[in-house]
């Protein structure tokens, strides 16, 4: 999973050189905090799914107990859009989910042996962005359960939309592709539930060192100041 944040899309035209260098400046702050804010919020996440996963690890819990668990983080931790225990087999033994007969195989992701794994992300039936995350659990027989849960990004969504430089200036959240996860336009939004991608801009074009500012001009020949940092804990890109 290696998304990318792309904060800028300040017109620079009317700005000189001096003013364009402190304004470069600032937006590579900005871009480089919130790029570590991003970075605690989907390494705590990813915590929680991993105690929860040793509080289910070995203990013989009955399928009541473990419904009751995975149900008590849902509740605690509104990030999570559901949470589900699947047996080595594959059969989901506890669920936040209603009828867990009919729910679907676990995503096909490695079961790592210390932590989480990430799916890409996917947009869900209300054309909101999620990822998928698993992490290892040893059944009193040693075998390797699967704890899956699906977390939302709409924490994401407000991050990007709160960042502003300017009148013009927004954030773009997107995957090495260039598929849109989040855009600060509103105008825009419509086009992450389509899937669309974004091409030729040059913060995707090669990996960047944190706090990267580049000018570029778009199709229209309008000129930009764009600013990228990292997110480490998944390799995003800010």
Known sequence: LVPLLVFGGLAVQALDAGMRDAVGRGMSEVTTRTAAQIDQWVS???????????ELQGTDLSPWQQERAVRNYL???PEFRSITLYS???????STRLAIEALPPPPDLPLPEHGVAFSSVAIDDDALPIVWIVTAVRSTAGEPERLVAS?????MWRVVDGLRIGTAGHALLVEPGGRLLAHGDPAEKARIARGELLHRHPLLDRQQPPGTVLEYASDTGTEFLAA???????????
Do not use: K, M
């Open 44 to 54: 705590r996440t990813a915590s929680l799914l991993v105690a929860l996963g040793a």
């Open 75 to 77: 509740l605690a931790f």
């Open 88 to 94: 080595a087999q594959g059969r989901p033994l506890a």
């Open 151 to 155: 977390i939302s990004l709409e924490e």
């Open 228 to 238: 990228a940092a990292s997110v480490p804990s998944t390799g995003w890109l800010l």
